[in-house]
């Protein structure tokens, strides 16, 4: 099968859904992926960009990039008041763009479209094609759940937006376009704002990476506690800075020796300034994610607000990594997934539960070994490509209609 994925930025670790979804998928079908360079893109380290988009070269992904035109930010601006489009959608809402992907399509002539995200549904209108459309997470509920924790001028402007996504959502959702989301949770809150809507769960594929290199060498004590992620996407930034203040004395004093240890990209302010001499360790743009999180003993996953799949608790599972959880932190998960990550909400809670499993070494690895088999089933990439390739065929074979509406 030939599959075009149209995203809205370059895949790679950092944004781990399109990126394992493009190696898993290689595995059996010729893929051709196109992103926009620039944007978010711009913001990815040299070495984490670079190394990503060889690793899809080497597993046979076709990658073409999409460039915006010099009059981009005044299209998107115009677009965004024109439309009333979230601001999201119409940055992406460009004709130079489109006409970009027409040119693309009729060269490639995929068998199925994959658009990756709501915001890139814009670079396929016109396409008659048989087309996916994986909305991944509600953004509109985010919002709506950050505005309520703003103030002022920024609650205002992100109420507003999440206003503008939320209608976006429910129209793409009660379209009858064929949906996929990451996780039961993210379709339910869908399902509610739109009855009836036809979503399909496809979950995030994890890579366990190489397994023969080395674990890093993290500086400080054991046990090292690992907490990682966006280090600039708000919920991150809340639920690590939170932590560190109401949480990491307890743990502490439970476990004298613990070194905490932050590790994303492009850390917030507010992230750097958590860094604490012998104590707790900023890592940023870490080039490969599995042989830190092999250097550590524990994960946190401390989230007060998560939208949708939990990539954190996933990757721990997949690593062997014994991670401790916020409930939040484990909504979006499957419940033979959730069943087995210890939950803390109060500062006792988290000192208990981290203490417990450093302070006990066979049931430390029993946990980690449980973990770790509930996930290699559901989230392995040989199983996330098959519900893919499977969704796939289901379109072809006109189980789900044909996106004609994109060209309206």
Not at 55 to 76: D, E, F, K, S
Not at 101 to 115: K, Q, S
Not at 259 to 268: D, E, Q
Not at 273 to 292: T, Y
Request: hydrophobic share 50%; net charge positive.
């Amino acid at each position: 099968m030939r599959i075009l994925i149209v995203t809205p930025a370059p895949a790679t670790p950092l944004k781990p859904r399109v990126f394992g979804f493009a190696l898993a998928l290689a595995q059996r079908h010729d893929v051709h992926l196109a992103f926009v360079e620039e944007l978010a893109g711009a913001r990815v380290p040299t070495a984490i960009h670079d190394g990503a988009h060889a690793a899809l070269r080497q597993a046979g992904v076709t990658l073409h990039a999409l460039r915006w035109g010099p009059a981009a930010a005044a299209a998107a601006l115009r677009s965004l008041v024109l439309t009333r489009l979230p601001l999201r959608a119409a940055l992406f809402d460009q004709g130079g763009l489109r006409r970009q992907v027409r040119r693309l399509h009729a060269a490639v002539r995929p068998d199925v479209v994959h658009v990756d995200r709501a915001r890139a549904l814009s670079l396929v209108r016109g396409i008659d094609t048989p087309a996916l459309v994986d909305l991944t997470d509600p953004v509109g509920w985010y919002l709506e759940e950050r505005a309520r924790g703003a103030a002022g001028v920024a609650r205002f402007l992100i109420t507003r937006e999440s206003r503008r996504q939320w209608r976006y959502e429910a129209e793409i959702a009660a379209s009858r376009r064929a949906l996929c989301v990451a996780s039961e949770f993210g379709a339910s809150i869908l399902r509610a704002r739109v009855p009836g809507a036809d979503l399909t769960v496809v979950p995030c594929a994890v890579w366990t990476g190489d397994g023969a290199s080395a674990a890093a060498s993290l500086p400080g004590s054991s046990p090292r506690v690992a907490f990682w992620g966006n280090l600039g996407y708000p919920p991150n930034v809340d639920a690590i800075e939170s932590f560190v203040r109401d949480h990491w004395p307890a743990v502490r004093h439970a476990l004298p020796g613990a070194t905490l240890h932050v590790a994303g990209s492009t850390p917030h302010a507010r992230v750097r300034r958590l860094a604490r001499a012998g104590e707790v360790f900023i890592h940023p743009d870490v080039p490969h994610m599995p042989a830190f999180l092999r250097g550590c003993d524990l994960a946190v996953a401390p989230l007060g607000l998560c939208a949708g799949f939990s990539n954190k608790i996933a990757e721990a599972a997949v690593h062997g990594l014994p991670v401790v959880a916020s409930d939040a932190a484990c909504a979006g998960l499957a419940p033979a997934l959730a069943a087995h990550v210890p939950r803390a909400a109060a500062p006792a809670e988290w000192a208990d539960a981290l203490a417990r499993l450093w302070g006990a070494p066979g049931a430390r690895r029993a946990a980690a070994d449980r973990l770790r088999a509930a996930a290699a089933d559901a989230l392995s990439p040989r199983a996330v490509a098959a519900m893919l390739a499977g969704t796939y065929e289901r379109l072809l074979a006109g189980t789900h209609p044909t996106p004609a509406e994109l060209r309206n």
